[in-house]
């Protein structure tokens, strides 16, 4: 690799999406999943939909939160893996080398007096380091109570002992892709979609993840989408939450065919069942039961 790429700001003329950071710095080896999409796809994305997002007042922060909107739901999320990377010994702090040499990787640039506003408002302690959580936290804005129950709902249905943990591998053969509304509406395909959640994560197979992690991961999708509605849809179709009402009502969760014993038939929702295979019928029929229809002759699926 040529040594002008080894440098740990990228120089100007190398796009961010060719880089990635080793403990040498950054090289242009043509991994894709480390930094986000490239102008081009960014481009496409903003022309399908344009985010106007929430502003917090403070004007150089604003321009960094809209710059990452413009990415869509995983702008937030990206910037955040990268800073970390940055974090060569740890700390989860950055100086202003390493700083801005990532938000360059991400492709955020600014100019000398916005820098010297950033380093203003986030170097609060005058330490000549920036915290990355404080950033990252500032950046984003908090979620609302709404989205927080939402996340809390899913995690529940993950994880059903309740011990805050549950297995990287796990969560990824959970997490149902053909409800989310970008598979719905034929802007990713169910594969696209895996592939961006699971590259979400600096995890391996065998990795666990906390409740913590769960909702700092949401935390960072929630600031790069506008609207309730999409946020609560998107949720409670990927983690199989029933309920929801008007164009968030869940989709996912299976429906069944039931015969009642009086002859009736009735179409009915198994809720909640993440955890229920498409072949269970003994667990369908408990989850009638605890819904309260009790006097089941029979259980037809779609496929039936």
């Known amino acids: 690799i040529n040594a002008e790429y080894m440098g740990k700001v990228p120089p100007p003329n190398v796009h961010f999406s060719e880089l990635r950071k080793t403990t040498n710095g950054f090289v242009r080896d043509g991994l894709r999943n480390v930094f986000p999409p490239s102008e081009q796809e960014i481009a496409a994305a903003k022309a399908k939909t344009t985010t106007t997002i ?7 922060v604003d321009k960094i939160r809209q710059k990452l909107a413009d990415r869509g739901t995983e702008g937030f999320r990206g910037l955040t893996r990268v800073l970390r990377i940055m974090d060569d010994n740890g700390s989860r702090t950055l100086d202003q080398e390493e700083f801005f040499g990532g938000l360059q990787a991400y492709g955020l640039t600014f100019s000398p007096s916005e820098k010297s ?83 979400g994560w600096d995890k391996n197979g065998d990795s666990s993840v906390t409740f913590t992690e769960f909702l700092d991961y949401y ?86």
């Open 219 to 304: 935390n960072d999708l929630s600031a790069g989408i506008d609207s309730d509605e999409y946020f609560e849809l998107m949720m409670r179709n990927a983690w199989h939450i029933s309920g929801g009402s008007g164009a968030a009502s869940n989709t996912s969760c299976r429906r069944v065919l039931v015969i009642h014993k009086d002859g009736r038939q009735t179409i009915e929702e198994i809720k909640n069942d993440l955890r229920i295979a498409s072949h269970d019928i003994a667990a369908m029929r408990q989850n009638l039961i605890d819904q309260g229809i009790t006097d089941i002759e029979a259980i037809k699926l779609n496929s039936a």
């Open 117 to 199: 506003d950033i380093w203003k408002i986030f170097d609060r302690d005058g330490s000549g380091r920036i915290n990355i959580t404080e950033f990252v936290t500032t950046v984003r804005g908090p979620m609302s109570p709404k989205r927080e129950n939402l996340v809390r709902m899913a995690f529940q249905l993950i994880d059903p002992n309740g011990d805050g943990v549950v297995s990287f591998d796990e969560l990824l053969s959970l997490y149902d892709i053909s409800g989310v509304p970008a598979v719905l509406e034929k802007r990713q395909t169910p594969e696209q979609a895996m592939q961006q959640f699971a590259s």
């Open 54 to 60: 929430r502003k917090i007042g403070i004007p150089v």
